[in-house]
């Protein structure tokens, strides 16, 4: 198991940009993906980006091109650098990691950081 504490969150401007960090904690090397996750007020947690062991990365259309995702698999850290911000990217972030224990996949989610896009 593994324990997620996400920072970086804040208030920034329309076309600004935040990074936002996730440090884990506990059984590191048994991750197989780290990515982040996003609900805003009303709506369901969608999925915002991910990067696999391999280094492969995905990333939801809404974010694609402004979005960049980025980890270090040794320490556990996975970072979303966030540029070109607009008033719909204001949600909480979440952070996962998805861990493989030899039969099955489990997630784990830190506590979620806010950010808020606005004038």
């Known amino acids: 198991q593994v324990q997620l504490v996400e920072s970086g969150g804040g208030l920034v401007e329309p076309g600004g940009s935040l990074r936002l960090s996730c440090a884990a904690s506990g059984s590191i090397s048994s991750i197989s993906a780290m990515g982040w996750y996003r609900q805003a007020p009303g709506e369901q947690r969608w999925f915002v980006a991910l990067m696999n062991n391999r280094g492969v990365t995905s990333y939801a259309d809404a974010v694609k091109e402004r979005f960049s995702i980025s980890r270090d698999n040794a320490k556990g850290t996975v970072y979303l650098q966030m540029n070109s911000l607009k008033a719909e990217d204001t949600a909480l972030y979440y952070c996962?990691?998805?861990?493989?224990?030899?039969?099955?996949?489990?997630?784990?989610w830190g506590q979620g950081t806010q950010v808020t896009v606005s004038s």
């Open positions: 996962n990691a998805r861990l493989w224990d030899g039969f099955n996949n489990r997630d784990y």
